[in-house]
């Protein structure tokens, strides 16, 4: 109890006292920081990037993650080959953000990065691509190192699923002709359905908190391209000094995550009924 009271009852009083004062001067505010939101373009060009940002890394990873698990499970069938399998992937999911974002920063570097070294020798002779410069690559270059580091994790969610799909199912689908795919919709999907869902929740939240890999790759630019509504808190809070307002935008996230979180538990709630 002394716990919960400490680390998440405190700081949620403390957030909430500050999100009802006045930046700088103090006071009873109300609603004012909440009400600042709807007025903010710089929190709604935030937004846009961050909902850009969720739904192309979250929608590949699952995707990527769906596919290599299923590829895993009907093509790699010896002990040894599974364990190298998941070291490989469970490298990325140990490499710290901040390294990861380190390492894809020396990657992208316009004038002697790798990827550009190998696009040349590839037979590419045009001006070097500026990977974090330009807000479409720059977008790119922040979800290849979600990609990278969070995939792995859903692929062994999905591949720990797949083990619980009966074999004899399997096989006698197989003996009365269903292909590849029909089994993958009929017998592999209804059992990986409640663990996708699962997934995205989890992946949705944490990337709506992805901080170190951006900050050192693009630092929010160019413009507002990248800057995410975590790097925007972040700016409002501890470059502006606005922990007011800051307070009230980290108790939008804290209801819509906790939304999320509500219709995830409602829907497996009626799946297991």
Not at 10 to 38: C, D, E, K, W
Not at 160 to 180: H, K, N, R, T, Y
Not at 262 to 270: C, I, K, P, T, V
Request: hydrophobic share 55%.
């Amino acid at each position: 109890m002394l716990f919960l009271l400490t680390v998440v009852v405190y700081p949620m009083a403390y957030a909430i006292a500050l999100s009802l004062q006045y930046y700088r001067v103090g006071g009873f505010a109300g609603l004012h920081n909440f009400t600042l939101a709807f007025h903010d373009g710089l929190l709604l060009a935030s937004l846009r990037a961050t909902l850009i940002y969720i739904t192309i890394a979250v929608g590949t990873e699952i995707v990527l993650g769906l596919v290599l698990a299923v590829a895993v499970q009907r093509t790699v069938r010896s002990t040894l080959g599974r364990t190298l399998t998941y070291l490989l992937f469970i490298i990325p999911m140990v490499t710290p953000p901040v390294a990861a974002g380190v390492s894809f920063r020396l990657m992208y570097i316009p004038e002697y990065g790798i990827l550009n070294v190998l696009l040349q020798h590839l037979g590419y002779h045009g001006a070097p691509i500026l990977w974090m410069s330009s807000p479409a690559m720059a977008m790119f270059s922040v979800i290849s190192v979600d990609v990278w580091q969070s995939m792995p994790f859903v692929f062994l969610v999905l591949f720990a699923g797949l083990q619980a799909v009966p074999m004899d199912v399997v096989e006698a689908a197989g003996v009365d002709g269903a292909g590849g795919w029909a089994q993958f919709r009929h017998i592999d999907l209804p059992y990986l359905r409640p663990l996708l869902l699962l997934v995205v929740v989890f992946r949705v939240t944490d990337a709506l908190r992805v901080f170190d890999p951006v900050q050192v790759l693009t630092m929010g630019g160019p413009g507002a391209a990248t800057e995410f509504l975590s790097l925007y808190l972040y700016k409002i809070a501890f470059k502006f000094g606005n922990l007011n307002y800051a307070s009230a935008l980290a108790l939008y996230v804290v209801l819509v995550v906790s939304g999320l979180f509500a219709l995830f538990g409602r829907y497996l709630s009626e799946e297991a009924a």
